[in-house]
């Protein structure tokens, strides 16, 4: 699971995903935690960065409270669930980050352990997005991290890890599908 991520290099966010819509008023931030918003790359056009909501707000759901509990989806299991079924096939995403938390238990006792690439000051993971409408109309564009099961360094932390994706994989990840950003 990943319940919280870093993204410290905000100003380089357009060079390093290649984007082509400049976004201003986001900082960096060293503990994102669920339910607020951060910018997310999509492709349109081109890759362009969106802000959305982490925590995954399905189209179809009743009310915007699911999103607290979507914040993660495995990567095992998603064409096997119909919630994530679309998602795979019409709404992947790039989620940017610099670094990521995992907690390990130690009896009573959870210890922060923070993960990052040495060699990458941005990397992306893997992720979901999609768009709610509210019954006044107002739309709520939200997202989801795809996790896997940790690498070698990761395991002896926790079980699972994000998924991260090398960088001549993001643009098959979110070039391959039919986009809406909805």
């Known amino acids: 699971m990943c319940g919280r991520y870093s993204l410290l290099c905000i100003d380089d966010l357009g060079n390093r995903f290649r984007v082509t819509n400049p976004v201003l008023g986001f900082r960096s931030h060293f503990n994102i935690a669920p339910s607020t918003e951060q910018l997310i790359v999509v492709h349109e056009t081109g890759n362009a960065l969106v802000p959305m909501r982490w925590g995954l707000i399905p189209s179809w759901a ?42 390990k238990k130690d009896g009573a006792q959870k210890i922060p352990y923070y993960f990052f ?24 564009r939200s997202y989801m991290i795809i996790t896997t099961h940790p690498n070698d360094l990761v395991a002896p932390v926790h079980d699972r890890m994000p998924a991260i994706l090398l960088p001549e994989h993001e643009e098959r990840w979110v070039g391959q599908q039919a986009h809406r950003t909805g």
Do not use: H
């Open 62 to 103: 009743k009310d915007p409270s699911i999103g607290y509990r979507m914040i993660n989806a495995r990567a095992e299991t998603l064409s096997e669930k119909p919630a994530f079924r679309s998602l795979v096939k019409n709404r992947r995403c790039l989620v940017p980050a610099s670094g990521f938390f995992e907690w």
């Open 117 to 140: 690439l040495k060699d990458a000051p941005l990397f992306a993971f893997a992720g979901l997005y999609d768009a709610w409408k509210s019954p006044d109309g107002s739309v709520i």
